[in-house]
């Protein structure tokens, strides 16, 4: 089995900063893309940025020039550094990694159970 963990979350005025981490792990044999996704109340989950393991990025519009991902391979764990954050960031924070286990062919995209962000005004 694999297990996604998300961690860093909590409650931050608007302008501040917060890292969110996401840590895998289980029976992975190598793990692709990894992501952030995120879920307001009543909308509905929608992609914040990804990273495949090459290190090329992909960021929503509404976090560019706020938000970096990064990851670190040897500790199949990614990370959502994010800047100058606003009200209407505020959301679970979801992260998912492509993961190929070490006994399967095949590759599954994995989720974690989700991180509070709560931006306050």
């Known amino acids: 089995q694999v297990q996604l963990v998300e961690s860093g979350g909590g409650l931050v005025q608007a302008g501040g900063s917060l890292r969110l981490s996401c840590l895998a792990s289980?029976?992975?044999?190598?793990?692709?893309?990894m992501g952030w996704y995120r879920q307001a109340p009543g909308k509905q989950r929608d992609l914040v940025a990804a990273i495949t393991s090459g290190g090329i990025t992909n960021y929503a519009d509404s976090v560019k020039g706020r938000f970096t991902i990064s990851r670190d391979n040897a500790k199949n764990t990614v990370y959502l550094q994010m800047n100058s954050l606003k009200p209407e960031d505020t959301a679970v924070y979801y992260c998912?990694?492509?993961?190929?286990?070490?006994?399967?062919?095949?590759?599954?995209?994995?989720w974690g159970q989700g991180t509070q962000v709560t931006v306050s005004s």
């Open positions: 998912n990694a492509d993961v190929v286990r070490s006994d399967s062919a095949y590759q599954l995209r994995y």
């Open positions: 289980g029976s992975i044999f190598s793990i692709n893309g």
